[in-house]
C-alpha cells in the first residue's frame, strides 16, 4: 500500500464513549494509511498541504455497522407487515421464501443485489453483517458487488436444511458441501479483501443438529464469525422447544455447537425474549453480539428487546435493519426506532404510573454509539474517530432540513438523525477511500 | 359556481368502512362540483368526453386529515427529542415557547408559515387541525397562506394566560379580547373559504377558569369547533390535578365549559392516560373527537393511546402528527407509527406471554380509515370515494420504491404507506381543485 495522507474539513461528531457526544466544529478529519490519524482545529505544521475535502458546513459522522439484514429481502421490503394470525408463517411462505428462492437466477441476483448495494452507498452505513441466500453462486454474487463498491461486509450463505419450502432446501450433506466449497472460493478464487464470510445457520428451527454441528465445527476450526437468529418472537420459541426439547432454553441449541460466542464472534439477532438463563449464557460469551432490531421486533410482533438491561449486564450490542423485517437501511431510523421503543418498554415495564421515575431509556448518545460501534466485535476499532480507528466517515448535509435559527452541533446531529435521508448524504469513505459522493456534490 | 366534471385514472384505493380496503384498478375517480360523482372501470356514455387527468400506473389515496399539529413548531421539528428528564418542561422552555414568541414578528410568520405551507402540499394530508400562536396576526398570516394555497384547514389562535414565558401570555381580558377580534377578522374581513378559526385554550395549565369560562361562551354563542390537549402526560396530569383539585379527572376542567364535544366538534389531543371517568365521560360526549398522535406520544414518554379500547367503546378518533412533537408531517408515516404502537401496547398489556393470544391491533386499512376520516366530525363526509365525498385526492408514484415483481393494489398501497415520501406525491386535490403537481410531473 501507498502512503496515502488527506482530511476532511467540517463539524465532527462521534461518540467515543457510550453516553456523550463529542464535536469538533469546523476542524480536519485526517486519514494517513486507511486509519484515523486525528481530529485538528487548525492543521499542524507537518500536516500542511495536506490534500483537503472541503465539507465546510457539512457534518461528518463516524460510519455505521448494520449488524443484522436480509440481502435477499431488499427486493420485497415494505411488504407482508400487516398479515393476520398466524402472521409469521404466512410472511415467510408468501415474500421470504419465494422470494430467497428466486436467487437461484444469478441474474436475477445480479440485478437485485446491485440494486442493494447502490442503495447501501446512499446510507450512513459503512459495515454490514448480512445473510445471503442458500445459493452459493448468489451470495458470491453478492460479494463481489459489495467489494466492488468498496462496502465492509460479513455475508453468509445460509444453511437450511429442513422447515423450507420446496426449491429452497438442501439436505444436511449438500448444506455443508456448499458451505465449504464457498469458504473456499472465498479464500482463494476470490481473495475478497472487504468482504468476508460468515457462518450462517439460518435459525434453530430450518437446521437439524447434524447441520449445526457441521458449520460449528467449520467455525471454530477456521475462525469464522457466526450469526444467526435468537428469541425473535412467542411462536418462534414455542417451536424451538418443541423441536428441541432437550435444550432448556433456545441459545443453548446453538451453544452446544460453540455457535454462542465462546469461540468465535457471533451475532445474535433479536433476543426480544431471551429467559434469564439464556441471558446469563449471553453475559458468559465474551464474544457474543446482540444485534438490536427495533423496527423489525415491533412490527412483527410488538415486542422490544431489554437493550438497556443487556447493556448493564455488559452484554455486547448493536443495532441492524433487519431488512426486510424493516422496510428501510438507514440506521439513522434505526437509532430513532431504538430510542422510540426503549421508552415505551421503560413506560410499560418500569416506569408504571410514577411520573417522577427516573428514566431509564437510550439517550440519543447511547443510541448513536450502538449504530456506530456495533461491529467492534467483528472489526477492530471500528465507529470512532480516535487515532487508529478504521477511517469510515460519513458526510450529511443538512441544509435541506436547517431552519431559520443558528443550531448547535448537538441540535444539527440530532435534526440529520430524526429527519434526515437519502438525499442528505454527501459523501461517504470507508478504510479511506472514498466509495459514494452525491450527484451534485 | 360554474359546473365542472372532470376525471382521474389510476389505481384508486380507500376504506369506505373501517378495517377494508377497496381497491378500482386503472378506473376513473369522477369529480363533479368539488364532490365525488363515482368511480368507473370505463366512462358510461354521458361521462365520454370529460377532461381525464391520466394517472394511469399510479395510485390514488383520499385526503388525509391531520387532526393535531402545532403550525409554529414546524420551524424547529427534529429537536429536543432527548432531553433528558425533566424533559417536558425543558422542552417549553427551550423549544416550544421561544420559538411561539417569534410569531410576534409578522415577517418571521410569513416566512416560517410559507415553508410549511409549501411542504403541507407535498405530503398526503387535505386537511388540517392546527394550533397557530397566540398572536392574533401570525395567525391571521397562516389562515391567509393557507387559504391561498387551497388547504382546508381549523386553525386556533392559541389562548394562555398563565403559565407561560414572558413575552408569550396575555391577561384574561387581552386574551378573550383578541379572539373575538380575531373571530370577527375571519368572519369579515377575511372571508375565509377554506379555512376556518377554532377556539383554542392550550391546555388547563397555561387557561385559568375565566379564560376557560368565556372561550366556552364564544365556542357554543358562535358555534365554533375546539381544540386543546389531553391527558398526554404523568406529570402533567400530575400538576393539573394540582391545580384543579376540584376536577376529579382532566378533561371535566374542559367539559364544565362545554368544551368537551357536548356542544360543539372539539378535538382532544393525546389521551393517552385517560381515566376509566374520563374514558366514560369521551363515550358520552358525541362530538369529541380523540387525536392520536402516535410518534409523539412515543417519543415524549414511551406512551401509546388505547387506540384499539377508544375504537371499541365507539369513541372518533383520528391521526394527528402533533408537529413539532414529532418530526415529519407524514400521516403515511403517522398509520405506520400507529399500527407500531398498537402491536407494542398490545404485546406489553394483553398478550403477556401468550404466543397464541389474538392480535388485538390495528391493521393497516384500519390505521388508514382513521388517517383518511379523521376529519369527519368536522367537515361533511371527507376521507372517502364514495359519491357525494368532498373530492380531496392524492396521487402517488410508487415507480422509485417498486420491485421486479407484480404487485397486488394492497400490496403497493402498503408499500406507499411504509416507504414513500414527497418525492412521490405526483399531485393533489382538494375540493377537487389541484393544489399540487410534482415539477416533473
Known amino acids: 500500500m501507498n502512503h496515502t495522507i488527506f482530511a476532511l474539513k467540517g463539524t465532527i461528531a462521534y461518540t467515543p464513549v457510550p453516553d456523550k457526544f463529542v464535536f469538533a466544529e469546523e476542524s480536519f478529519l485526517v486519514c494517513e494509511n486507511e486509519k484515523v490519524k486525528g481530529i485538528w482545529k487548525e492543521l499542524p505544521d507537518e500536516l500542511k498541504g495536506i490534500r483537503v475535502c472541503d465539507y465546510t458546513g457539512?457534518?461528518?459522522?463516524?460510519?455505521?455497522?448494520?449488524?443484522?439484514?436480509?440481502?435477499?429481502?431488499?427486493?420485497?421490503?415494505?411488504?407482508?407487515?400487516?398479515?393476520?394470525?398466524?402472521?409469521?408463517?404466512?410472511?415467510?411462505?408468501?415474500?421470504?421464501?419465494?422470494?430467497?428462492?428466486?436467487?437461484?437466477?444469478?441474474?436475477?441476483?445480479?440485478?437485485?443485489?446491485?440494486?442493494?448495494?447502490?442503495?447501501?452507498?446512499?446510507?450512513?452505513?459503512?459495515?454490514?453483517v448480512m445473510f445471503g441466500t442458500l445459493h452459493r453462486q448468489s451470495t458470491e454474487i453478492l460479494m463481489d458487488l459489495l467489494e466492488e463498491k468498496g462496502i465492509a461486509a460479513y455475508v453468509g450463505k445460509v444453511n437450511m436444511d429442513r422447515n423450507?419450502?420446496?426449491?429452497?432446501?438442501?439436505?444436511?450433506?449438500?448444506?455443508?458441501?456448499?458451505?465449504?466449497?464457498?469458504?473456499?472460493d472465498c479464500a482463494e478464487k476470490k481473495q475478497y479483501k472487504k468482504c468476508r464470510p460468515m457462518i450462517t445457520p439460518r435459525y434453530i428451527p430450518t437446521c437439524t443438529d447434524e447441520l449445526l454441528s457441521g458449520l460449528g465445527e467449520l467455525a471454530v476450526e477456521k475462525g469464522i464469525p457466526v450469526q444467526s437468529h435468537l428469541s425473535e418472537g412467542l411462536d418462534e420459541m414455542e417451536w424451538v422447544r418443541k423441536l428441541k426439547p432437550e435444550i432448556s432454553f433456545y441459545g443453548e441449541g446453538y451453544d452446544r455447537y460453540h455457535m454462542f460466542g465462546d469461540a468465535v464472534p457471533t451475532v445474535m439477532a433479536h433476543c426480544v425474549y431471551s429467559s434469564e438463563e439464556e441471558i446469563a449464557l449471553m453475559k458468559k460469551r465474551e464474544k457474543l453480539i446482540v444485534a438490536h432490531c427495533p423496527q423489525s421486533n415491533i412490527s412483527s410482533s410488538g415486542g422490544i428487546a431489554p437493550v438497556k438491561r443487556y447493556l448493564a449486564e455488559g452484554i455486547r450490542v448493536g443495532l441492524g435493519s433487519d431488512m426486510?423485517?424493516?422496510?428501510?437501511?438507514?440506521?439513522?431510523?434505526?437509532?430513532?426506532?431504538?430510542?422510540?421503543?426503549?421508552?415505551?418498554?421503560?413506560?410499560?415495564?418500569?416506569?408504571?404510573?410514577?411520573?417522577?421515575?427516573?428514566?431509564?431509556?437510550?439517550?440519543?448518545?447511547?443510541?448513536?454509539?450502538?449504530?456506530?460501534?456495533?461491529?467492534?466485535?467483528?472489526?477492530?476499532?471500528?465507529?470512532?474517530?480516535?487515532?487508529?480507528?478504521?477511517?469510515?466517515?460519513?458526510?450529511?448535509?443538512?441544509?435541506?432540513?436547517?431552519?431559520?435559527?443558528?443550531?448547535?452541533?448537538?441540535?444539527?446531529?440530532?435534526?440529520?438523525?430524526?429527519?434526515?435521508?437519502?438525499?442528505?448524504?454527501?459523501?461517504?469513505?470507508?478504510?479511506?477511500?472514498?466509495?459514494?459522493?452525491?450527484?451534485?456534490?
Open 164 to 184: 423450507s419450502i420446496p426449491g429452497l432446501l438442501e439436505t444436511t450433506g449438500e448444506s455443508l458441501e456448499e458451505t465449504k466449497r464457498w469458504l473456499s
Open 58 to 128: 457539512k457534518i461528518i459522522f463516524p460510519g455505521m455497522c448494520d449488524l443484522h439484514m436480509h440481502a435477499p429481502q431488499y427486493a420485497f421490503r415494505g411488504l407482508g407487515m400487516n398479515l393476520e394470525n398466524p402472521d409469521w408463517d404466512m410472511w415467510f411462505e408468501k415474500y421470504a421464501f419465494p422470494d430467497e428462492k428466486r436467487y437461484e437466477d444469478c441474474e436475477y441476483a445480479k440485478k437485485a443485489y446491485e440494486r442493494l448495494t447502490d442503495d447501501l452507498l446512499k446510507t450512513t452505513t459503512t459495515r454490514c
Open 324 to 441: 426486510a423485517g424493516s422496510n428501510t437501511l438507514s440506521l439513522l431510523r434505526a437509532i430513532t426506532d431504538a430510542i422510540h421503543v426503549s421508552k415505551a418498554r421503560w413506560a410499560f415495564t418500569e416506569r408504571g404510573n410514577d411520573p417522577h421515575a427516573k428514566k431509564n431509556v437510550l439517550s440519543l448518545a447511547e443510541a448513536f454509539y450502538l449504530a456506530t460501534h456495533g461491529g467492534e466485535g467483528l472489526w477492530d476499532s471500528v465507529g470512532s474517530f480516535e487515532e487508529g480507528y478504521s477511517f469510515d466517515a460519513v458526510v450529511l448535509d443538512d441544509s435541506r432540513i436547517r431552519d431559520y435559527c443558528e443550531r448547535s452541533s448537538y441540535e444539527r446531529t440530532e435534526r440529520l438523525i430524526l429527519m434526515s435521508d437519502d438525499r442528505d448524504i454527501e459523501a461517504k469513505f470507508i478504510d479511506g477511500r472514498m466509495v459514494y459522493q452525491r450527484a451534485d456534490g
